[in-house]
């Protein structure tokens, strides 16, 4: 996968984040959300742009970026799966639902697919046990999720 460029224009987006937040240090995890959300990673480079401006070192943001799982320093899909493999999801097929997306997606898991449509995660419970196994893309909950059934989810999102 090609990690897309940070583009020069990007910068002064980032200043201007920085800058709503009042270029306070404490307001750094409200700032790397905002700069995630609209760079989509946090690569090297932003994160010593980010440093820079706050008057911080860069040891200091990368430290709390690699503390926070939300946040990524590698490239992400559009739409992130996360497959149960919690207890209940796992004794009831989430292995092979898992299998079989990872398989879909050409991609294992922490991975994104080469078109950046898809980041492959797996999650330990996301507290709907009855209806395992599921399957969460994006904001959208899919429940008794069956292997057979993967491809057909996929489709929904471009
Ligand atoms: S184990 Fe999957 S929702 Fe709880």
Not at 1 to 8: D, E, H, L, Y
Not at 11 to 29: F, H, K, M, T, V
Not at 85 to 90: I, L, N, S
Not at 93 to 111: A, P
Request: glycine letters at 8%; one cysteine or more.
């Amino acid at each position: 996968m090609v990690a897309p460029c940070i583009t020069p224009e990007v910068y002064p987006e980032i200043d201007a984040i920085i800058q709503e937040r009042g270029n306070d240090p404490s307001s750094l995890i409200e700032i790397l959300h905002a700069v995630q959300e609209r760079v989509g990673y946090l690569p090297q480079e932003v994160q010593e742009h980010v440093a820079d401006r706050l008057g911080m070192m860069a040891g200091q943001v990368e430290s709390v970026i690699s503390f926070y799982s939300f946040f990524t320093t590698v490239p992400r899909g559009r739409h992130t799966i996360k497959v149960c493999q919690g207890t209940a999801c796992y004794v009831r097929g989430g292995k092979r639902v898992l299998e079989e997306v990872c398989k879909q997606c050409g991609c294992g898991v922490g991975e994104t697919t080469e078109d950046m449509r898809f980041s492959v995660d797996i999650v330990r419970c996301v507290g709907a046990c009855g209806l395992s196994p599921v399957v969460t893309i994006g904001d959208d909950i899919y429940d008794r999720v069956k292997p057979t059934k993967v491809a057909e989810l996929l489709a929904k999102y471009e």
